[in-house]
């Protein structure tokens, strides 16, 4: 089945330094997106990528599609402790989705 | 109204008990998600219903019954659990595309669930 992988694991960033997280995938796809889940909260969506090489900014966070379409980040500038939570991509076809294994962010003020 | 609700929010039961998870939406969406999330893990997909049938089984033990009475409801009935099963159970809904790729998911707050 597909596999979609992210990195880090975890990521402690003092307040105010850039934070990166970055989403593999086994194979081609169609769209990734990407979900924010705080602590004790459920999933939240965040954007869409679909155009190969594709960027979105919303404020501070900047989203990255690959050229292949194989790989996607999330760029976080100058961080802020609003920005602690679990960040997931989201791949898959129709229906079926597979969450990437998630980027936990701290952030120490 | 864009919000997915869940009941209830903790539940707590015996491996001898039956219990249901409930979800509702009313944005008319025709896709309805159930996902298992443990404890420092994404979220797994077990179900989903498309036009309130059931259209994805995760190879889901058969402890776990989902039902989809008419396109707002989602119910995952339980029983027999094990004490393993305790987790967060997420209900989602979203539209159906036909473009390809993931539709957007919108998720309720979750049950926590677990199970002696």
């Known amino acids: 089945g597909q596999q979609v992988m992210q990195i880090p694991q975890y990521q402690h960033v003092q307040e105010g330094e850039d934070f990166t997280t970055y989403c593999n995938s086994s194979?081609?796809?169609?769209?990734i997106q990407w979900y924010k889940q705080r602590p004790g909260g459920h999933p939240v969506f965040l954007i869409q990528?679909?155009?190969?090489?594709e960027v979105k900014k919303q404020k501070r966070l900047t989203f990255q599609f690959g050229e292949a379409k194989k790989n996607s980040s999330l760029h976080i500038t100058a961080t802020q402790t609003t920005d602690v939570g679990t960040y997931f991509c989201?791949?898959?076809?129709?229906?079926?989705?597979?969450f990437g294994t998630g980027t936990k962010l701290q952030v120490i003020p | 109204d864009t919000e997915v609700t869940q009941t209830p929010k903790h539940l707590v039961m015996g491996m001898t008990n039956k219990k249901s998870l409930k979800c509702e939406q009313h944005m008319g969406h025709r896709a309805m998600y159930w996902y298992k999330q443990k404890a420092k893990k994404p979220p797994e997909l077990m179900f989903v219903?498309?036009?309130?049938?059931?259209?994805i089984n995760e190879s889901v033990p058969s402890r776990f019954s989902p039902e989809c009475p008419n396109s707002s409801l989602l119910n995952l009935h339980l029983h027999a659990l094990q004490p393993e099963d305790s987790a967060l159970y997420l209900c989602a809904s979203s539209h159906l595309s036909t473009g390809g790729g993931a539709d957007t998911q919108y998720f309720g707050p979750g049950t926590r669930l677990t199970v002696l």
């Open positions: 219903y498309s036009y309130e049938k059931l259209s």
């Open positions: 989201l791949a898959g076809g129709y229906q079926k989705v597979t």
């Open positions: 194979t081609t796809l169609s769209n």
């Open positions: 990528l679909v155009k190969s090489g």
